[in-house]
């Protein structure tokens, strides 16, 4: 009996420790545990938290470096866009990089120095470049007091940018098609490239093995819908109605914005503007600074909404 109830009392001892635990305890170690899931769920207030330093896999020596954080910022500003574009052009290109890069770094993911992430070179640094990073040093795009993290850009746009989910799988307030009309020297403007359909045929084919296509012919190949910003958004081709951006990789065209047009057994497809289209046009951030709009208006002009951080 006096065992009996001894046992009692540790198991309600045990369920008392048990509830204490669950109730007050575990919140608390959850959240210490695992910080970063409650920051990316909900987003967090920037508080201007940027890394001295920043580790890149430099693809060439096959190893990481660890590199002063505005150091890598000149490296990435002047292999992503040329240095003879406008100092403003080249500020705001600034601003974009740091903001991408501290997005990535934190989402826990790991830099590298090509395009996966941005691409990153430490020579051939101009005098030029080095100001422009010097004159934006730390600063940050900003939505809604929280880091547009997905400071996308690209090269030109032929006229419009995108809506991100209509290029990518996610929808962010930032990245919504604005004009972009003025894209001074930006190459790229028509590209054509003439095949013969077997040939489309194929190429289509093996970038895309999973799908079923039939027969593709002449006749069954056809634009179907474009998206916002002007590009194509999907296309029948064959049995199947495919995305302008699989088109777009399948083919190797500079830009998912294309017309397509037949002679006889041949197609002919004209690509304007080069990259996805979503965030800033980098030849239209020149165009923009040659018009005297310093980079924060370019910024803002290209990603919707957003502020930059002091
Ligand atoms: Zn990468």
């Given at each position: 009996?006096?065992?009996?109830?001894?046992?009692?009392?540790?198991?309600?001892?045990?369920?008392?420790?048990?509830?204490?635990?669950?109730?007050?305890?575990?919140?608390?170690?959850?959240?210490?545990?695992?910080?970063?899931?409650?920051?990316?769920?909900?987003?967090?207030?920037?508080?201007?938290?940027?890394?001295?330093?920043?580790?890149?896999?430099?693809?060439?020596?096959?190893?990481?470096?660890?590199?002063?954080?505005e150091?890598?910022?000149?490296?990435?500003?002047?292999?992503?866009?040329?240095?003879?574009?406008?100092?403003?052009?080249?500020?705001?290109?600034?601003?974009?990089?740091?903001?991408?890069?501290?997005?990535?770094?934190?989402?826990?993911?790991?830099?590298?120095?090509?395009?996966?992430?941005?691409?990153?070179?430490?020579?051939?640094?101009?005098?030029?470049?080095?100001?422009?990073v010097n004159e934006t040093k730390g600063q940050?795009?900003?939505?809604?007091?929280?880091?547009?993290?997905?400071?996308?850009?690209?090269?030109?746009?032929?006229?419009?940018?995108?809506?991100?989910?209509?290029?990518?799988?996610?929808?962010?307030?930032?990245?919504?098609?604005?004009?972009?009309?003025?894209?001074?020297?930006?190459?790229?403007?028509?590209?054509?490239?003439?095949?013969?359909?077997?040939?489309?045929?194929?190429?289509?084919?093996?970038?895309?093995?999973?799908?079923?296509?039939?027969?593709?012919?002449?006749?069954?190949?056809?634009?179907?819908?474009?998206?916002?910003?002007?590009?194509?958004?999907?296309?029948?081709?064959?049995?199947?109605?495919?995305?302008?951006?699989?088109?777009?990789?399948?083919?190797?065209?500079?830009?998912?914005?294309?017309?397509?047009?037949?002679?006889?057994?041949?197609?002919?497809?004209?690509?304007?503007?080069?990259?996805?289209?979503?965030?800033?046009?980098?030849?239209?951030?020149?165009?923009?600074?040659?018009?005297?709009?310093?980079?924060?208006?370019?910024?803002?002009?290209?990603?919707?909404?957003?502020?930059?951080?002091?």
């Amino acid at each position: 009996m006096f065992h009996q109830r001894k046992i009692n009392m540790r198991h309600v001892a045990i369920y008392i420790a048990s509830m204490l635990f669950l109730v007050v305890l575990l919140p608390y170690v959850s959240i210490k545990l695992f910080p970063s899931l409650v920051e990316h769920e909900d987003g967090i207030a920037y508080k201007g938290e940027i890394p001295k330093t920043v580790k890149v896999y430099i693809t060439e020596k096959k190893k990481y470096e660890t590199i002063p954080f505005e150091k890598y910022v000149q490296g990435v500003t002047a292999s992503e866009m040329p240095s003879a574009f406008e100092p403003e052009a080249l500020k705001a290109q600034s601003v974009a990089s740091r903001t991408y890069a501290l997005g990535r770094i934190n989402s826990g993911a790991k830099l590298c120095d090509t395009v996966h992430c941005q691409v990153y070179r430490s020579d051939n640094i101009s005098a030029k470049v080095k100001d422009a990073v010097n004159e934006t040093k730390g600063q940050v795009l900003l939505y809604d007091g929280k880091l547009a993290s997905h400071a996308l850009y690209f090269a030109s746009s032929a006229g419009k940018t995108e809506n991100s989910e209509e290029v990518f799988s996610g929808s962010f307030p930032y990245l919504v098609s604005v004009s972009s009309s003025y894209e001074p020297g930006a190459t790229h403007k028509k590209e054509k490239q003439t095949m013969s359909i077997s040939t489309f045929s194929s190429k289509i084919k093996e970038h895309m093995p999973e799908l079923n296509f039939g027969k593709i012919k002449r006749s069954n190949i056809r634009i179907k819908s474009h998206s916002k910003g002007g590009r194509v958004k999907s296309i029948k081709v064959g049995q199947k109605i495919i995305s302008g951006a699989d088109v777009r990789s399948a083919l190797g065209l500079y830009s998912a914005r294309f017309k397509i047009s037949f002679k006889g057994q041949k197609i002919t497809i004209t690509s304007s503007g080069s990259g996805h289209g979503v965030g800033m046009s980098q030849y239209g951030a020149n165009g923009l600074a040659k018009k005297g709009k310093d980079y924060k208006e370019i910024l803002t002009h290209y990603y919707k909404g957003t502020t930059v951080s002091k």
